[in-house]
């Protein structure tokens, strides 16, 4: 079950950031890697990867997730479970809104999305189950 998100860690989430993921090795030590994700209108976070990233290998194994977004004020954890999709029709329209998302450049985004696709893809679908808000700020 997608856990609800409050409108503040909305907020958060859609601005510029990138998030930072938690998998778990195959001896129980903890992965950890930056990505670019996009928050969809359903509360589920997408995520494109390379298929053959370690990210991928441990959630294939074991698809639990955790991901935490934040500034030097406040974050927004989540934890939950991981699709993965190997459509490359998913992929690359996920791909195509990430890139949307983080290049700025217009003129090069499809020239990115294509170099990407060249390469194994797999899109993630994140469902978080558990969100852990935090801030330090008096504004919130």
């Excluded at 985004?109 to 994140?126: D, E, G, I, K, T």
Aim: glycine share 4%; with cysteine.
């Amino acid at each position: 079950m997608i856990s609800t998100l409050s409108d503040w860690a909305k907020e958060f989430l859609s601005e510029e950031r990138v998030g930072v993921v938690g998998t778990l090795n195959a001896d129980g030590s903890p992965h950890l890697t930056t990505i670019w994700y996009l928050l969809a209108d359903d509360g589920r976070l997408i995520i494109t990867t390379l298929s053959r990233n370690q990210k991928v290998r441990n959630l294939r194994r074991d698809p639990r997730m955790t991901i935490c977004v934040g500034d030097r004020t406040r974050s927004v954890s989540l934890s939950g479970h991981v699709t993965i999709s190997e459509d490359q029709a998913v992929v690359r329209q996920d791909l195509e809104r990430l890139v949307e998302r983080y290049v700025k450049d217009e003129g090069i985004r499809p020239r990115v999305v294509a170099m990407w696709m060249q390469q194994s893809q797999v899109a993630l679908h994140f469902e978080p189950e558990k969100v852990t808000e935090f801030s330090v700020s008096p504004m919130r």
